[in-house]
């Protein structure tokens, strides 16, 4: 078995296409699968879950995916300092999002869990397997380490939301953040996803890059009337 995992694309309509082209040279990927944060700057929201739809990925929800379902409830979860454009942010999503798309974004799953063969589980999320905000970094201490983790009952975890892949353990498990397609914080100019292999009762795993063209997605950017304020966060270096 072999799939594909990418996640936090972040309106990166270009980065996302590269990636999804890439994947499918790679010849035999039994699934492809998104793990949140597709959407939350740059191309249009309608545009990202279009193409993500016509690759057939299997998306997961993601913290800006419940922003813009419920930003009501989730706005308290912003950091104070990104309130602002965050909400400007969000209602020009809503814009450029139909009943369609809406519908379609309203039933993406928190976790997903593989399952090859008994006790060989992974499970794919955004940021932790019950919570899309807090998780998917290494600056956690052990007591949140067990909320999050230590009781899920898989031994591989993949997610995205830090924006930077690592592979660490945790007790008993493989903890995996997969990277992101945009915003990646090491300011490189690749998307970057991941593909997981199950063969001989194990999970092999490998971090791959994908080139964009920059040029075209900060073109991309500029044609989509993103109000001014916020134009920094729909960029790819975020
Ligand atoms: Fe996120």
Redesign the pocket.
């Known amino acids: 078995m072999r799939i594909a995992i990418f996640s936090?694309a972040h309106g990166n309509l270009i980065a996302l296409k590269s990636v999804l082209e890439k994947i499918k040279k790679e010849g035999s990927i039994d699934q492809i699968f998104c793990a949140?944060?597709l959407i939350g700057g740059g191309s249009s929201v309608s545009e990202m879950v279009e193409t993500c739809q016509k690759f057939d990925v299997q998306c997961l929800l993601?913290?800006?995916e419940q922003l813009l379902l419920d930003y009501d409830t989730y706005h308290v979860r912003v950091c104070p300092e990104e309130a602002k454009t965050t909400s400007t942010l969000v209602h020009w999503m809503r814009q450029q999002t139909n009943k369609n798309v809406e519908n379609w974004l309203k039933r993406l799953p928190m976790n997903i869990n593989i399952t090859p063969t008994p006790g060989s589980t992974l499970t794919i999320c955004?940021?932790s397997p019950l919570d899309c905000w807090i998780g998917g970094s290494l600056n956690i201490d052990d007591g949140q380490m067990d909320e999050l983790y230590g009781s899920w009952n898989s031994k591989w975890i993949a997610f995205?939301?830090a924006h930077g892949s690592f592979v660490t353990t945790y007790k008993d498990k493989v903890l995996v953040n997969v990277s992101s397609v945009s915003q990646l914080r090491d300011s490189s100019s690749y998307a970057t996803y991941c593909i997981f292999s199950y063969q001989n009762n194990r999970w092999s795993i490998n971090i791959k890059k994908a080139e964009f063209d920059l040029y075209e997605s900060f073109k991309n950017i500029r044609e989509a009337n993103i109000p001014e304020e916020i134009l920094w966060r729909a960029q790819p270096f975020y």
């Open positions: 936090d949140g944060d993601g913290n800006y955004h940021a995205g939301h």
